[in-house]
């Protein structure tokens, strides 16, 4: 099943009535239960290219279909409704809220998204427990380290069950510790089953998915599914081939 999939997506962005194209015409699909990395450098469109599919960032034509609907159609109010019901997103800067605690920042996406009270507090103490989170259950974001306060990030993200989570450079302002941390916990809810478009420059996160889209300019120039095997009795770990 598809759970993405754009048509001829372009954003174009005006600077003094310059038109500066971000994204150029991208055709992408991603089906269920994959992890899409999107790679390339500064500048070439990935962070808008993420932000467009999340309804952030309106484009500027072409189409962007979520889990069978059509949603670049779709009013603000709109695709707000759709982010709580089936998009979970990931920032770099963790966009945490300062006055709520870190159980309460779990908890909310659930609630908004109309999940009882009852079930929303179930799906927190489990993500909590699973990130390793529920002694920090009533801290507060300000007294997090950045890779716990990722980690909130992910739980929250996580805590509306997404058809499709949605990272942006979630290890980019973490140190390596932490950055392994993440890295394992992305891996675990990808062995779940969930459907992830994570947008890094790190090859070492860009190895943890399925396939990697390489932007330049805009335009996608390669899509490559990473093939995984097992050496012999022996050997140093996995190795990963990029075709």
């Known amino acids: 099943m598809t759970v993405l999939r754009t048509v001829n997506l372009v954003k174009i962005y005006q600077n003094k009535h310059v038109p500066v194209p971000a994204v150029r015409g991208v055709d992408l699909l991603v089906d269920e239960g994959e992890f899409v990395a999107v790679m390339g450098p500064s500048g070439s469109g990935k962070s808008t290219l993420l932000h467009m599919l999340g309804g952030l960032d309106i484009r500027t034509s072409g189409e962007i279909w979520l889990d069978g609907q059509r949603a670049d159609t779709l009013s603000e109010s709109a695709w707000a409704l759709l982010r709580r019901k089936k998009i979970g997103f990931v920032f770099q800067f963790f966009n945490l809220v300062a006055s709520m605690t870190v159980a309460d920042n779990v908890e909310l996406p659930a609630l908004l998204a ?38 909130v990030a992910l739980a929250r993200a996580l805590a509306n069950k997404p058809a499709l989570l949605l990272a942006d450079e979630p290890t980019g302002n973490l140190d390596s510790r932490n950055t392994r941390d993440v890295l394992r916990l992305l891996s675990e809810v990808h062995r779940d089953g969930q459907t992830i478009v994570l947008v890094t420059h790190d090859a070492r996160v860009a190895s943890l998915a399925d396939r990697v889209v390489s932007l330049l300019d805009g335009q996608i120039v390669d899509d490559g599914r990473i093939a995984r095997r097992r050496p012999g009795r022996g050997g140093a770990g996995e190795v990963i081939d990029l075709r």
């Open 114 to 151: 109309g999940v009882s009270s009852k079930e929303a507090r179930a799906r927190r103490e489990y993500l909590l427990d699973a990130l390793s989170l529920t002694e920090r259950a009533d801290a507060a974001p300000a007294q997090l380290s950045g890779g716990e306060q990722q980690r």
